[in-house]
């Protein structure tokens, strides 16, 4: 069976490509139709639609509660579409409700079908289209009604509860869908901080009212579709592609019984074979962007040679739904030239439109300046403790935006635990929330993303970012370290601003440098390239770029020189000096520190160069030196060297304690990017520094100026030696140092500015996108 597949699954997929480009060539060379003008609906009455097909028990069931919460307006009106029924069922309603108005049809038309004889009898401008196994909230209309706020609203959706509360929600109303992998994917969320009106990506055909002229002016369900399935997914993307809105309404609710009709009528398989064949129409109708069509038939010519030579029948599409959708390709073809005609925005666009984010940039009216300002703040670490020095700047400037603005942070946590940690952030910001550590993208042999990136990579995220950008009027969105800016937006009235806290690509090549032995530089050096090319793919989406220092800014504006406007240094990286008390002397003797997180592998790579080169030569000169080791996720002692001159201290609550206590700081950082916190909390408390030129980027270029800067091992420990020979001068340079960090690198001055250029960013693009 597998080697017909392999044959016939590409010409299939060619043959329907080529078809349908052939009909958009068609398309383009004749004449578009004018659109109707945009008319807002009549939202005082609506009438309800109940297709129905041998469904008389779940009439009598829930018709009752159904009729009882239309009471409340005369020109409410309940029809039901009965698709050839042979259960009675029309019988049975005239007998008992004869309220409700019938249409019986000689034959089953498919829910479409009867769907759309209810839209054309309907005598109101709001339908409400139900399944038959569908009991409704006796308040569920009316918030339903008060969807409609504008003429360009389409259509909004109940939420949708199943009748046994111990069911698994496979279906909330809270409709999402996106494109990957050539195919079209959607999707229910739960999610019950979403309280208010809501963009979705479409409404369900069984619990959703809409707008019976703008549902008829774009052909209603669409027969290619029957008998079932897609139809909704449909409607609601043309509607979108149309310039339309989708709504969801949490505050009208509706109880489901799944499938109560059609499970009960059609064999799994069936269902399933009709869901896959639909899914490959949805695209051959709808997606007009030719790149994404080619892409979608490689897709579906490639699972359908897998799913064959796998044997693995939960994949799809096969060849036989290739074959059951290729045989509708005149009216596939039909169809797209109908929906391109009445599409007014792209594919891309129509996508991004039904996310909160996006339709808030899209469609609310923003301030130019708005007052406070709403932040949101992602971070995609721990902010409590600040346990690294990311950490640390995280955590300041979050202490001092909250001064100016309005914050709203999404930190990633590790465990469940560090909740608990985080409490001091909930009562600083206006709203928190915390995700457990994801799963990201699996990780795949040839990816050209880098593996930091595919790590972080997860649609609850996605998800949650849109909702907060939406429901809590987001001005801002701050981004913290690169491997998140994955998560921008490119809105038009939005700044997306990231902080990098290193330049990733410039870290990695640094450590490149490191390697002798070249049968090791293949991984790595792959990393370097797929680092390279994410940044400078995903760095000109941003609208503001941070950077720790003048020196990471020149070094990125040497790749991307049109961006260099957008960069900005001197924002970010800082402490609050306030915080640390000034202590030149009385410290320890003969005593070093070595502080860092050892889960950042520049930490691991700096302390292991310290103990093979440096510290022997110490301790040649002075074998009573102790060096002190403190720090998160610090190595087990037993992989240190032997010896009585090293203590290992590890995670401490407060640096603090060790900064003001230990004679010489030592940094021997050979890679990474980005300014060094630990270098300026050791300023700014007083102990005198011995650094690498790396180590000290961005702050000094100049030995003995505010530290002393040593590049070979010989100099380091002479270096450290000569301040621990003299306290005197070391003091003194501990005190340069202490004044520079006040005047240059302090928080509470850093971030005043920093909020300064918010109101510049906000205003600047929403001026602009105005004009």
Same mark, same amino acid.
């Given at each position: ?96 409700? !004869? +309220? ?95 309280? +208010? ?62 499938? *109560? ?54 994949? *799809? ?23 391109? *005609? ?43 403790? !600040?346990?690294?020095?990311? %950490? ?51 990780? +795949?042999? %040839? ?136 202590? !030149? ?19 691991? /790579? ?16 002075? !074998? ?36 003001? /206590? ?110």
């Amino acid at each position: 069976m597998a080697i017909p597949v392999i044959l016939a699954a590409p010409l299939l997929a060619a043959v329907a490509c080529i078809w349908l480009l052939i009909s958009d060539l068609i398309y383009k060379l004749s004449d578009r139709p004018a659109l109707k003008p945009e008319v807002r609906p009549n939202t005082a009455s609506a009438t309800v639609v109940i297709p129905n097909w041998n469904g008389r028990d779940l009439l009598e069931k829930y018709m009752p509660p159904l009729l009882a919460a239309m009471a409340g307006h005369p020109d409410n009106e309940i029809l039901v579409v009965d698709n050839g029924s042979e259960d009675d069922s029309v019988a049975f309603l005239r007998e008992h409700f !004869p +309220q409700v108005n019938v249409v019986p049809l000689p034959h089953n038309l498919g829910f479409g079908g009867g769907s759309n004889i209810g839209f054309e009898k309907a005598k109101n401008d709001i339908v409400v289209l139900l399944n038959s196994d569908m009991r409704v909230d006796a308040g569920f209309l009316q918030p339903l009604l008060n969807g409609f706020t504008d003429k360009r609203v389409f259509a909004v959706s109940c939420q949708i509860f199943f009748s046994d509360p111990h069911k698994l929600r496979e279906e909330t109303g809270l409709t999402e869908g996106w494109w990957d992998n050539g195919r079209l994917w959607v999707g229910h969320r739960i999610d019950d901080k979403v309280k +208010q009106l809501f963009p979705c990506f479409y409404g369900g055909g069984g619990s959703c009212a809409f707008d019976r002229r703008k549902f008829l002016e774009l052909g209603a369900f669409d027969e290619l579709l029957r008998p079932f399935y897609y139809e909704d997914t449909d409607i609601g993307y043309m509607a979108w592609k149309r310039g339309w809105k989708c709504l969801y309404q949490p505050a009208s609710m509706v109880f489901h019984e799944h499938r *109560g009709t059609i499970g009960k009528k059609f064999e799994r398989t069936y269902i399933e074979s009709i869901v896959r064949k639909n899914a490959l129409l949805w695209v051959w109708k709808n997606i007009h962007n030719p790149r994404r069509l080619v892409g979608h038939f490689l897709f579906a010519t490639g699972n359908a040679i897998l799913s064959a030579l796998s044997g693995n029948r939960e994949r *799809g599409p096969f060849l036989r739904d290739l074959w059951n959708a290729a045989k509708q390709l005149p009216g596939t073809a039909r169809s797209r030239s109908r929906a391109h *005609g009445l599409a007014t925005i792209s594919d891309e666009e129509a996508f991004r439109r039904p996310r909160g984010s996006h339709f808030r940039d899209t469609f609310v009216a923003l301030p130019v300046k708005p007052e406070p300002l709403n932040v949101l703040f992602l971070s995609p670490y721990p902010i409590c403790p !600040p346990i690294h020095g990311g %950490g640390v700047f995280m955590y300041q400037t979050i202490h001092e935006l909250v001064k100016h603005c309005r914050l709203h942070l999404v930190a990633l946590l590790d465990e469940d635990w560090q909740i608990h940690t985080h409490e001091e952030m909930d009562k600083l910001c206006a709203s928190t929330e915390y995700l457990m550590r994801m799963t990201g993208r699996i990780r +795949q042999l %040839g990816s050209i993303e880098p593996y930091a990136v595919r790590e972080f990579a997860n649609r609850d995220l996605d998800w949650l970012i849109d909702r907060k950008i939406y429901v809590d009027q987001i001005d801002v969105f701050q981004i913290e370290y690169t491997n998140m800016g994955q998560y921008a937006r490119g809105f038009r009235k939005i700044p997306c601003i990231l902080f990098e806290h290193d330049v990733y690509f410039q870290s990695i090549g640094r450590a490149l440098e490191k390697i002798r032995n070249p049968l090791k530089l293949a991984s790595p050096g792959f990393e370097y390239l797929r680092a390279l090319r994410f940044e400078l793919k995903m760095l000109p989406k941003m609208d503001r770029i941070q950077m720790c220092s003048e020196a990471n800014k020149k070094y990125l504006a040497g790749f991307l020189p049109q961006l260099a406007p957008r960069m900005q240094a001197g924002l970010r990286a800082g402490i609050d000096t306030s915080r640390y008390d000034f202590k !030149p002397d009385a410290r320890t003797p003969d005593t070093l520190l070595f502080l860092g997180s050892f889960r950042h592998l520049p930490n691991v /790579e700096a302390l292991q160069w310290f103990l093979d080169h440096v510290f022997p030569i110490i301790l040649k000169t002075r !074998p009573a030196v102790r060096l002190i080791l403190v720090g998160s996720d610090s190595p087990p002692r037993h992989s240190l060297p032997d010896i009585p001159n090293i203590e290992l201290v590890g995670f401490v609550e407060d640096v603090r304690v060790s900064l003001a /206590e230990y004679a010489v700081f030592v940094c021997p950082i050979l890679t990474g990017s980005g300014v060094r916190v630990k270098l300026l909390e050791a300023f700014a408390a007083g102990i005198p520094v011995v650094s690498t030129g790396i180590g000290a980027e961005g702050l000094t270029e100049r030995h003995g100026d505010i530290c002393a800067l040593a590049d070979t091992p010989e100099d380091f420990a002479t270096k450290t030696l000569q301040l621990l020979d003299d306290p005197a001068v070391a003091a003194k340079m501990a005190a340069r140092a202490r004044a520079n960090v006040v005047d240059h690198w302090d928080m509470a001055v850093i971030t005043r500015k920093l909020v300064g250029t918010y109101h510049d960013a906000v205003a600047e693009m929403r001026n602009r996108a105005t004009n």
